[in-house]
Protein backbone atom coordinates (compact mmCIF):
# COMPACT_ATOMS: atom_id res chain seq x y z
CA UNK A 1 0.00 0.00 0.00
CA UNK A 2 1.68 3.38 -1.27
CA UNK A 3 -0.69 5.54 0.22
CA UNK A 4 -1.99 8.33 -1.91
CA UNK A 5 0.14 10.73 -3.64
CA UNK A 6 -0.44 13.91 -5.16
CA UNK A 7 1.98 15.92 -7.69
CA UNK A 8 3.05 18.37 -7.71
CA UNK A 9 3.79 19.21 -4.26
CA UNK A 10 3.90 22.52 -4.46
CA UNK A 11 3.19 25.12 -7.35
CA UNK A 12 3.59 28.91 -7.67
CA UNK A 13 2.26 30.56 -10.74
CA UNK A 14 1.43 33.84 -11.80
CA UNK A 15 -2.66 34.99 -11.89
CA UNK A 16 -4.16 34.44 -14.50
CA UNK A 17 -2.00 31.17 -15.69
CA UNK A 18 -3.53 28.00 -15.88
CA UNK A 19 -2.50 24.98 -12.93
CA UNK A 20 -3.63 21.15 -13.41
CA UNK A 21 -2.97 18.84 -10.54
CA UNK A 22 -2.57 15.22 -10.25
CA UNK A 23 -4.16 12.53 -8.06
CA UNK A 24 -3.31 9.07 -7.56
CA UNK A 25 -5.47 6.71 -5.59
CA UNK A 26 -4.75 3.94 -3.66
CA UNK A 27 -4.85 1.03 -6.11
CA UNK A 28 -8.07 -0.82 -4.98
CA UNK A 29 -9.85 2.39 -4.02
CA UNK A 30 -12.88 3.27 -6.57
CA UNK A 31 -13.72 6.66 -4.87
CA UNK A 32 -12.00 10.04 -4.66
CA UNK A 33 -12.72 13.43 -3.57
CA UNK A 34 -10.92 16.78 -3.86
CA UNK A 35 -10.60 19.46 -1.07
CA UNK A 36 -8.85 22.61 -0.68
CA UNK A 37 -7.89 23.45 2.59
CA UNK A 38 -6.91 27.77 4.02
CA UNK A 39 -4.72 28.13 6.66
CA UNK A 40 -6.60 27.79 10.02
CA UNK A 41 -10.11 25.91 8.28
CA UNK A 42 -10.87 22.30 8.02
CA UNK A 43 -10.47 20.92 4.32
CA UNK A 44 -13.78 22.13 2.16
CA UNK A 45 -15.24 19.78 0.32
CA UNK A 46 -14.92 20.54 -3.69
CA UNK A 47 -15.74 17.22 -5.94
CA UNK A 48 -16.58 13.57 -5.48
CA UNK A 49 -15.94 10.54 -8.21
CA UNK A 50 -17.28 7.16 -7.59
CA UNK A 51 -15.05 5.13 -10.33
CA UNK A 52 -15.18 7.91 -13.59
CA UNK A 53 -18.29 9.31 -13.20
CA UNK A 54 -18.34 12.65 -11.12
CA UNK A 55 -21.28 12.50 -8.63
CA UNK A 56 -21.04 15.65 -6.41
CA UNK A 57 -19.62 18.96 -7.12
CA UNK A 58 -19.82 21.97 -4.42
CA UNK A 59 -20.70 25.17 -5.21
CA UNK A 60 -17.01 26.10 -4.41
CA UNK A 61 -16.09 24.61 -7.63
CA UNK A 62 -16.50 27.23 -9.96
CA UNK A 63 -16.46 27.68 -13.69
CA UNK A 64 -13.25 27.85 -13.41
CA UNK A 65 -12.26 24.43 -11.83
CA UNK A 66 -12.66 21.26 -13.20
CA UNK A 67 -12.20 17.80 -12.31
CA UNK A 68 -11.50 14.59 -14.24
CA UNK A 69 -11.43 11.08 -13.46
CA UNK A 70 -11.11 9.81 -17.29
CA UNK A 71 -10.17 6.23 -16.45
CA UNK A 72 -11.49 5.61 -12.70
CA UNK A 73 -7.87 5.52 -11.73
CA UNK A 74 -6.18 8.77 -10.91
CA UNK A 75 -7.44 12.31 -11.22
CA UNK A 76 -6.56 15.52 -11.96
CA UNK A 77 -8.06 18.66 -10.82
CA UNK A 78 -7.67 22.06 -13.23
CA UNK A 79 -8.17 25.44 -12.25
CA UNK A 80 -8.07 28.27 -15.16
CA UNK A 81 -7.54 31.64 -14.91
CA UNK A 82 -6.34 31.52 -11.25
CA UNK A 83 -6.65 34.59 -8.84
CA UNK A 84 -4.72 34.84 -5.91
CA UNK A 85 -7.95 34.08 -4.07
CA UNK A 86 -7.26 30.09 -4.92
CA UNK A 87 -4.29 30.30 -3.24
CA UNK A 88 -4.59 27.11 -1.10
CA UNK A 89 -3.77 23.21 -0.50
CA UNK A 90 -5.71 21.30 -2.78
CA UNK A 91 -6.40 17.84 -0.95
CA UNK A 92 -7.08 14.57 -2.48
CA UNK A 93 -8.39 11.50 -0.49
CA UNK A 94 -9.76 7.99 -1.60
CA UNK A 95 -11.46 5.29 -0.19
CA UNK A 96 -13.54 1.90 -0.83
CA UNK A 97 -16.67 0.94 0.82
CA UNK A 98 -16.15 -1.42 3.30
CA UNK A 99 -18.71 -3.96 5.04
CA UNK A 100 -20.33 -1.38 5.90
CA UNK A 101 -22.59 2.09 4.75
CA UNK A 102 -19.77 4.26 5.37
CA UNK A 103 -15.91 4.60 5.41
CA UNK A 104 -13.35 6.65 6.13
CA UNK A 105 -11.00 8.20 3.83
CA UNK A 106 -7.26 8.36 3.05
CA UNK A 107 -5.67 11.43 2.20
CA UNK A 108 -2.82 12.53 0.42
CA UNK A 109 -0.16 15.26 1.19
CA UNK A 110 -0.97 17.67 -0.77
CA UNK A 111 -0.45 20.40 -3.36
CA UNK A 112 0.43 23.68 -2.03
CA UNK A 113 -0.67 26.02 -4.73
CA UNK A 114 0.66 29.76 -4.49
CA UNK A 115 -0.68 32.46 -6.73
CA UNK A 116 1.38 35.76 -6.90
CA UNK B 1 -27.50 22.58 5.97
CA UNK B 2 -24.79 20.68 7.37
CA UNK B 3 -22.23 21.99 9.84
CA UNK B 4 -19.37 21.13 12.31
CA UNK B 5 -18.41 22.86 15.13
CA UNK B 6 -14.85 22.48 16.94
CA UNK B 7 -15.08 25.48 19.62
CA UNK B 8 -12.00 25.70 20.78
CA UNK B 9 -8.89 26.76 18.82
CA UNK B 10 -6.56 24.79 21.20
CA UNK B 11 -6.19 22.25 24.13
CA UNK B 12 -3.48 22.44 26.33
CA UNK B 13 -2.77 19.22 28.39
CA UNK B 14 -0.15 17.95 30.57
CA UNK B 15 1.04 14.51 29.77
CA UNK B 16 -0.66 11.27 31.58
CA UNK B 17 -3.43 13.48 31.98
CA UNK B 18 -6.95 12.50 29.87
CA UNK B 19 -7.75 15.00 27.45
CA UNK B 20 -11.13 15.51 25.57
CA UNK B 21 -11.47 17.96 22.25
CA UNK B 22 -15.02 18.95 21.46
CA UNK B 23 -17.31 18.83 18.84
CA UNK B 24 -21.15 19.65 17.79
CA UNK B 25 -22.86 19.14 14.74
CA UNK B 26 -25.57 19.82 12.63
CA UNK B 27 -27.23 17.57 10.04
CA UNK B 28 -30.03 16.11 8.36
CA UNK B 29 -31.23 12.98 9.63
CA UNK B 30 -28.89 10.58 10.84
CA UNK B 31 -25.37 11.35 11.04
CA UNK B 32 -21.59 9.70 10.18
CA UNK B 33 -18.82 11.39 12.45
CA UNK B 34 -15.55 10.74 11.88
CA UNK B 35 -12.25 12.44 14.03
CA UNK B 36 -8.74 12.92 11.56
CA UNK B 37 -5.80 14.29 12.54
CA UNK B 38 -3.34 15.64 11.08
CA UNK B 39 0.38 15.54 12.47
CA UNK B 40 2.88 18.68 10.89
CA UNK B 41 4.01 18.13 7.20
CA UNK B 42 1.65 14.97 6.86
CA UNK B 43 -1.70 14.12 5.55
CA UNK B 44 -4.68 13.99 7.15
CA UNK B 45 -5.32 10.35 9.22
CA UNK B 46 -8.17 8.64 10.14
CA UNK B 47 -8.66 7.93 13.82
CA UNK B 48 -12.67 6.52 14.37
CA UNK B 49 -15.78 7.08 13.15
CA UNK B 50 -19.66 6.59 14.36
CA UNK B 51 -22.14 5.11 11.53
CA UNK B 52 -24.77 3.44 14.39
CA UNK B 53 -24.92 1.29 17.21
CA UNK B 54 -22.34 1.83 20.60
CA UNK B 55 -22.36 5.41 21.17
CA UNK B 56 -18.91 5.20 22.45
CA UNK B 57 -16.20 4.27 19.57
CA UNK B 58 -12.74 3.28 19.89
CA UNK B 59 -10.18 4.10 17.58
CA UNK B 60 -6.56 4.79 16.65
CA UNK B 61 -3.76 5.36 19.03
CA UNK B 62 -6.12 4.74 22.40
CA UNK B 63 -8.71 7.37 21.45
CA UNK B 64 -12.45 7.30 21.67
CA UNK B 65 -15.03 9.42 21.14
CA UNK B 66 -18.59 9.27 22.25
CA UNK B 67 -21.66 10.16 20.36
CA UNK B 68 -24.30 12.49 22.54
CA UNK B 69 -27.31 12.73 20.05
CA UNK B 70 -29.53 14.96 22.49
CA UNK B 71 -26.42 17.21 22.37
CA UNK B 72 -25.60 16.40 18.84
CA UNK B 73 -22.04 16.34 20.05
CA UNK B 74 -19.04 13.57 19.36
CA UNK B 75 -16.42 14.93 21.52
CA UNK B 76 -12.82 12.93 21.10
CA UNK B 77 -11.27 11.30 24.50
CA UNK B 78 -8.20 9.99 25.33
CA UNK B 79 -7.69 8.39 29.23
CA UNK B 80 -4.00 9.37 29.65
CA UNK B 81 -2.70 11.91 27.04
CA UNK B 82 1.08 11.50 25.48
CA UNK B 83 3.44 14.39 24.05
CA UNK B 84 3.42 12.35 20.68
CA UNK B 85 -0.36 13.24 20.41
CA UNK B 86 0.45 16.77 20.08
CA UNK B 87 -1.05 17.41 16.64
CA UNK B 88 -4.15 19.16 15.05
CA UNK B 89 -7.16 17.38 15.23
CA UNK B 90 -10.54 17.84 13.11
CA UNK B 91 -14.02 16.02 13.59
CA UNK B 92 -15.76 15.88 10.27
CA UNK B 93 -19.35 15.05 9.78
CA UNK B 94 -21.38 13.46 6.62
CA UNK B 95 -25.41 13.18 6.74
CA UNK B 96 -27.30 10.52 5.67
CA UNK B 97 -29.23 12.33 3.63
CA UNK B 98 -26.48 14.86 2.45
CA UNK B 99 -24.85 13.11 -0.35
CA UNK B 100 -20.86 12.08 -0.34
CA UNK B 101 -20.26 15.60 1.14
CA UNK B 102 -18.10 15.43 3.53
CA UNK B 103 -18.19 18.70 6.56
CA UNK B 104 -15.12 19.01 8.58
CA UNK B 105 -14.43 21.32 11.29
CA UNK B 106 -12.23 24.10 11.68
CA UNK B 107 -9.69 21.48 13.92
CA UNK B 108 -8.47 22.17 17.12
CA UNK B 109 -4.59 22.01 17.80
CA UNK B 110 -3.70 20.06 20.74
CA UNK B 111 -0.63 20.99 23.07
CA UNK B 112 0.60 18.33 25.31
CA UNK B 113 3.16 19.01 27.93
CA UNK B 114 5.83 16.90 29.24
Known amino acids: DTGVSQNPRHKITKRGQNVTFRCDPI?????LYWYRQTLGQGPEFLTY????????KSRLLSDRFSAERPKGSFSTLEIQRTEQGDSAMYLC??????????????FGPGTRLTVT | AQSVAQPEDQVNVAEGNPLTVKCTYS??????LFWYVQYPNRGLQFLLK??????LVKGSYGFEAEFNKSQTSFHLKKPSALVSDSALYFC????????????FGAGTRLFVKA
Open chain 2, 92 to 103: AVRGILGGFKTI
Open chain 1, 49 to 56: FQNEAQLE
Open chain 1, 93 to 106: ASSVRDRGPVYEQY
Open chain 1, 27 to 31: SEHNR
Open chain 2, 27 to 32: VSGNPY
Open chain 2, 50 to 55: YITGDN
